[in-house]
């Protein structure tokens, strides 16, 4: 029992899941909140690690807790599901052990019932946590085949749009103000280095899309993409495709 003890809980949405919607930092802190009043629980503290992978240890939030832990300030954390402690079988059987060393007491929301110390519990806590790594890597697979397939179509793949584009209701087009520093940019190659030209716009007061100054690397990564300004040609890895109306050389 963990009554009259300090009690937090951990909380994590990755990147994705923001961007779908789905089981978002409220719904958790929602879900831990009623588990823990239906134990006796007060939750002192929450710990948030949002746009952070499952599959990665070094979370800020996550990081902050297993300190806090360490420093014996905390007797129990609860979370909300296996799948937000992490992704990964290996991880979260190694942080299940890191908080079994600090005698810190795990609760997991959806597994009202589950005992620690129970190997019965522990065997299906295991088993759960295997499949939300089967279910992370069926994610990753269906995206990729999405991606694929759009690149097939000539579409851009997804994620950040590559500078001289931007989206509208249908779909990239070109940014006419951005693809005029695109051609400037392959202009000035003719004659000049990636470091000089980056020198030469940020000059003339033409910046990134986020405002910084270009830099060396940022120049040669516009003129690596010279068959898709050129040519309108879109690459997924190994797939490609073409579209002409993202041509703007």
Same mark, same amino acid.
């Given at each position: ?13 990755? $990147? ?13 802190? !929602?879900?831990? $909140? ?39 300030? %905390?007797?129990?954390? @609860? @979370? ?16 299940? *052990? ?25 065997? %299906? !806590?295991? @088993? ?21 397939? !759009? ?62 100054? *270009? ?35």
């Amino acid at each position: 029992m963990v009554r009259n003890k300090l009690v937090v809980a951990y909380c994590r949405v990755s $990147t994705l899941e923001q961007k779908q919607n789905g089981y978002g930092i409220e719904i958790q802190i !929602r879900d831990v $909140t009623v588990f823990a009043k239906g134990k006796g629980l007060l939750i002192r503290r929450f710990y948030r690690d949002e746009g952070e992978s499952g599959v990665l240890e070094e979370r800020p939030e996550l990081q902050r807790l297993l300190r806090h832990c360490k420093y014996g300030r %905390i007797d129990a954390v @609860i @979370i909300p599901s296996l799948d937000r402690l992490s992704r990964d079988v290996r991880l979260t059987e190694n942080l299940f *052990w890191r908080f079994d060393q600090m005698s810190v007491a795990v609760l997991i929301a959806d597994m009202p019932n589950y005992d620690g110390r129970d190997r019965k519990d522990v065997l %299906i !806590r295991q @088993i759960r946590e295997a499949i939300a790594e089967e279910n992370r890597k069926d994610i990753i697979e269906r995206l990729m085949k999405g991606r694929q397939e !759009r690149t097939r179509r000539g579409e851009l793949a997804g994620g950040n749009l590559p500078y001289g584009y931007r989206r509208n209701g249908h779909g990239p087009e070109i940014d006419q103000d951005e693809a005029a520093v695109v051609r400037n940019i392959f202009r000035l190659a003719e004659t000049a280095s990636a470091a000089e030209i980056a020198r030469l716009i940020n000059a003339d007061g033409h910046f990134q899309r986020n405002g910084r100054p *270009w830099t060396a690397r940022q120049v040669s990564a516009v003129l690596s993409r010279r068959d898709l300004y050129g040519e309108g040609v879109v690459r997924y890895g190994s797939v490609k495709g073409s579209n002409e109306q993202l041509i703007l050389l």
